[in-house]
């Protein structure tokens, strides 16, 4: 296999310059199908990033015999659905963050993957970009020492299609719950990938604003699988904004940003210096390098169903006690 031929299920807004460039112009890798179900769409992104094929039909795309590797690219509800299609297809397959809804999708894409023996990657491209690689070489090395205590804030105001009510990131029927699983997913994985497996995890939720019907207020607390332990607060319904992560180690800290393109600050007893490391133009690139790498058998991506897993099981027990509140709720 010269060249990793991919296919995306789904070509919204993600894959018109994170992503779907990005497949493209990774050595070694080419876009030959793109599917939306609106055939017009299809049809005019195929024409702009010079695809040459496309379809209304997933099922079609999927067994296209072009086609290596399946990137599913829709909204979280439709992840399993269409992974365990292309898995039985055996097709590997690339899928969107958060990886599912809820943890027992996910377990049902990593066991489908695994019986049809096919690979499968999560789009947490944060664990490839510079500034992150920069922040794990430092912990690695032990420049903060043994990694003791991890915090995490994010602090957002609504955007206006959320105050309204009408983004489906807050519709827990696609998104499986509202922005935790969306934005909160992206720093959990960072962070599992930073300092080792989280393997357990707990948290309290609560909507304190009232704008939408799923959760805007989280706190979480995890254990690591070396014995570090963390804690995270997560408010989208805030009047300002924060996004903080800081890695407490035996001799010093790392601070990090996951959403903001600010630099990676070390903090010991005798170094302060910042790091500044610039995206590059298509985030998901040097991720999707490392599929296509361990495609041809000459590395590994550092993300997978498994590692993606332990972040859906994550958030799963910080919204558990909500989950089950509103489900009782909705009963009666």
């Known amino acids: 296999m010269n060249t990793i031929r991919w296919g995306i299920v789904g070509c919204g807004d993600v894959t018109e310059r994170k992503s779907g460039p990005g497949l493209q112009k990774a050595a070694g890798s080419?876009?030959?199908?793109?599917?939306?179900?609106?055939a017009a769409l299809a049809a005019d992104y195929a024409e702009r990033h010079g695809v040459p094929a496309w379809y209304d039909d997933a099922d079609k795309l999927i067994a296209d015999p072009n086609v290596?590797?399946?990137?599913?690219?829709?909204p979280p509800d439709t992840h399993a659905e269409y992974c365990l299609r292309a898995a039985a297809a055996g097709k590997p397959v690339y899928v969107e963050k958060p990886m599912a809804r809820t943890g027992d999708e996910c377990r049902q894409m990593v066991d489908a993957c695994k019986a049809a023996g096919v690979k499968l990657f999560v789009a947490y491209y944060r664990r490839c970009l510079p500034r992150f690689v920069k922040a794990k070489q430092l912990i690695d090395s032990g420049a903060i020492g043994r990694v003791q205590a991890v915090s995490a804030i994010l602090w957002?105001?609504?955007?206006?299609?959320?105050?309204?009510?009408?983004?489906?990131?807050?519709?827990?029927?696609?998104a499986g719950g509202?922005?935790?699983?969306?934005?909160?997913?992206?720093?959990?994985?960072?962070?599992?990938?930073?300092?080792?497996?989280?393997?357990?995890?707990?948290?309290?939720?609560?909507?304190?604003?009232?704008?939408?019907?799923?959760?805007?207020?989280?706190?979480?607390?995890?254990?690591?699988?070396?014995?570090?332990?963390?804690?995270?607060?997560?408010?989208?319904?805030?009047?300002t904004g924060r996004d903080t992560v800081e890695i407490v180690g035996t001799?010093?800290?790392?601070?990090l940003s996951t959403f903001g393109e600010k630099p990676i600050e070390l903090i010991t007893a005798d170094r302060n210096e910042a790091f500044m490391l610039e995206n590059p133009p298509h985030v998901q690139?040097?991720?999707?390098?490392?599929?296509?790498?361990?495609?041809?058998?000459?590395?590994?991506?550092?993300?997978?169903?498994?590692?993606?897993?332990?972040t859906n099981a994550a958030l799963d027990a910080m919204l558990a006690s909500w989950r089950a509140k509103t489900a009782k709720t909705a009963k009666a």
Request: hydrophobic share 40%.
């Open 251 to 255: 001799t010093g800290l790392i601070r």
């Open 285 to 310: 690139q040097p991720l999707i390098q490392t599929i296509v790498d361990e495609l041809h058998g000459r590395g590994k991506c550092p993300s997978t169903g498994e590692s993606a897993l332990r």
């Open 30 to 38: 080419s876009l030959v199908a793109v599917m939306r179900r609106n």
């Open 156 to 174: 957002k105001p609504p955007s206006k299609e959320e105050a309204a009510g009408t983004a489906w990131r807050i519709d827990p029927a696609v």
């Open 68 to 74: 290596d590797i399946v990137y599913v690219a829709t």
């Open 178 to 239: 509202g922005l935790l699983l969306d934005l909160a997913s992206h720093t959990l994985d960072l962070i599992d990938h930073l300092c080792g497996p989280i393997e357990s995890a707990a948290g309290e939720a609560t909507n304190t604003a009232g704008l939408y019907g799923v959760e805007d207020t989280v706190s979480g607390t995890w254990r690591h699988a070396s014995g570090a332990l963390g804690s995270g607060c997560w408010c989208y319904a805030a009047g």
